[in-house]
């Protein structure tokens, strides 16, 4: 009788344990989703100096300058000599423009540019290439160099800098982009430097 009665038992017992064994399981799986999953809507986080994906930008035109170039909207606007620079935060674009009979060089720029780059505050070497951009062929220079003071805290950081010399009938145009050290501002920089257009 206690053999018919164990029987009789045995396959609801089963049944129940393997229900809450999937349950279990089932709970288990959509916890580890909802820890694991990122939202969509969340706030899009910025490590200092990366310059936000929805960054507008507009275009800027020297007075009596041949070109025009787009800058990031809403950063500040400052003169400095004969070049204007935009800056927000940790990041720059430096515009200037100058007469020059020739078209830059890598050689050229090796031999006249970057020895005055060496003094600059904690300057390490990168490299002097060619590039092709919207305007055409340019000179890129990339080092890396100590930022100007911080205005309260007197501090510097590293700054990546790239230097860009473009040319066309005797006016050179040089944009200097510059941002804290590891930000990742490459589409942002290859917005500005590829929308340099030559107006006349």
């Given at each position: 009788?206690?053999?018919?009665?164990?029987?009789?038992?045995?396959?609801?017992?089963?049944?129940?344990?393997?229900?809450?064994?999937?349950?279990?399981?089932?709970?288990?799986?959509?916890?580890?989703?909802?820890?694991?999953?990122?939202?969509?809507?969340?706030?899009?986080?910025?490590?200092?100096?990366?310059?936000?994906?929805?960054?507008?930008?507009?275009?800027?035109s020297p007075a009596e300058d041949r070109f025009t170039v787009k800058v990031p909207e809403g950063w500040a606007r400052a003169t400095d000599g004969a070049a204007t620079v935009f800056t927000d935060k940790f990041n720059s674009v430096r515009v200037e423009s100058l007469r020059r009979t020739q078209a830059p060089t890598v050689r050229t720029a090796t031999a006249e540019e970057l020895p005055p780059?060496?003094?600059?505050?904690?300057?390490?070497?990168?490299?002097?290439?060619?590039?092709?951009?919207?305007?055409?062929?340019?000179?890129?220079?990339?080092?890396?160099?100590?930022?100007?003071?911080?205005?309260?805290?007197?501090?510097?950081?590293?700054?990546?800098?790239?230097?860009?010399?473009?040319?066309?009938?005797?006016?050179?145009?040089?944009?200097?982009?510059?941002?804290?050290?590891?930000?990742?501002?490459?589409?942002?920089?290859?917005?500005?430097?590829?929308?340099?257009?030559?107006?006349?």
């Amino acid at each position: 009788m206690t053999e018919m009665v164990s029987a009789r038992f045995a396959a609801p017992l089963v049944t129940l344990v393997t229900v809450a064994l999937l349950a279990g399981c089932g709970q288990s799986a959509t916890h580890r989703t909802g820890t694991s999953a990122p939202d969509p809507n969340a706030p899009e986080v910025n490590a200092p100096g990366d310059i936000p994906d929805n960054q507008v930008f507009v275009p800027f035109s020297p007075a009596e300058d041949r070109f025009t170039v787009k800058v990031p909207e809403g950063w500040a606007r400052a003169t400095d000599g004969a070049a204007t620079v935009f800056t927000d935060k940790f990041n720059s674009v430096r515009v200037e423009s100058l007469r020059r009979t020739q078209a830059p060089t890598v050689r050229t720029a090796t031999a006249e540019e970057l020895p005055p780059l060496t003094s600059l505050p904690d300057y390490k070497p990168g490299s002097v290439d060619s590039v092709r951009r919207g305007a055409g062929e340019a000179v890129l220079i990339t080092y890396e160099a100590a930022s100007a003071p911080d205005s309260v805290t007197g501090k510097t950081i590293t700054d990546s800098v790239e230097r860009y010399e473009f040319w066309h009938d005797g006016l050179e145009v040089i944009l200097t982009l510059s941002g804290p050290k590891g930000a990742d501002n490459v589409d942002p920089w290859r917005t500005v430097t590829d929308s340099l257009r030559w107006t006349r």
